[in-house]
Structure formats: C-alpha cells, structure tokens
C-alpha cells in the first residue's frame, strides 16, 4: 500500500504564498505521475495540477501562472507552489500518484491518495 503524506497547509491572506509538500515512498514518482486535486465544500474534487515521469505538466486554467507543480532530485517528493492566492483556493488539497504517461484531470486515473491538507485564503 502506497502511502502519501501532504503537509504544508494553512491559513493565509488573499495575495499570499504557500508550499504544500507529499511525501512518497521510495522513489514514487521516478515512475508515476504526480497530481495535486482539491475539493471545496459541496464541490467535486478537481485537478489544479499534475506531472508525468517525463516532466510534462498540466494545470486548471484557474491557476496556471499562479501555481507551479515540481518534484524533488530524487522524486520522493511532490510540491505545489502556490502564489498569489484567492478566496477561492480555499479547499482541502489532496496529493495521488498514478501510472499514465500524459498528465490526466480524471481522478480515476490515480490509484494512490494522501490524507488531504486545509488551505484556507481569507480576503
């Protein structure tokens, strides 16, 4: 059973910054994609941003420019940088791992989740 662990959650102001971190065992994402999801109260979990093994990325519209997807050298870790954050980030960010070699929005796609971490953007 493949365990992922988030951290890096919190409350900030609108405009602000934060790093959310997922930890994988072993060497996860040398093979498997990468994504970071969110869900909102009464909302369906969405993507906000995902990367494949070879590096190719994807982003929601509603954050691309403002949030950056990345793995560490020895791709035991997955980050989401997120900059300029907005009231409506407010969400519990979920971090999954899964096997495809083009990044996908489709939650199905990821076999492995972690527990979720709260951001909370206040205005």
């Known amino acids: 059973q493949v365990q992922l662990v988030e951290s890096g959650g919190g409350l900030v102001q609108a405009g602000g910054s934060l790093r959310l971190s997922c930890a994988a065992p072993?060497?996860?994402?040398?093979?498997?994609?990468g994504g970071w999801f969110r869900q909102a109260p009464g909302k369906q979990r969405e993507l906000v941003a995902a990367?494949?093994?070879?590096?190719?990325?994807m982003y929601a519209d509603s954050v691309k420019g403002r949030f950056t997807i990345s793995r560490n050298d020895a791709k035991t870790t997955l980050y989401l940088q997120m900059n300029s954050l907005k009231p409506e980030d407010t969400a519990v960010y979920y971090c999954?791992?899964?096997?495809?070699?083009?990044?996908?929005?489709?939650?199905?796609?990821?076999?492995?989740w972690g527990q979720g971490t709260q951001v909370t953007v206040s205005s």
């Open positions: 999954a791992a899964g096997w495809m070699t083009v990044p996908s929005p489709d939650p199905q796609r990821y076999s492995y």
């Open positions: 072993g060497n996860i994402f040398s093979a498997a994609a």
């Open positions: 990367i494949t093994q070879g590096g190719s990325t």
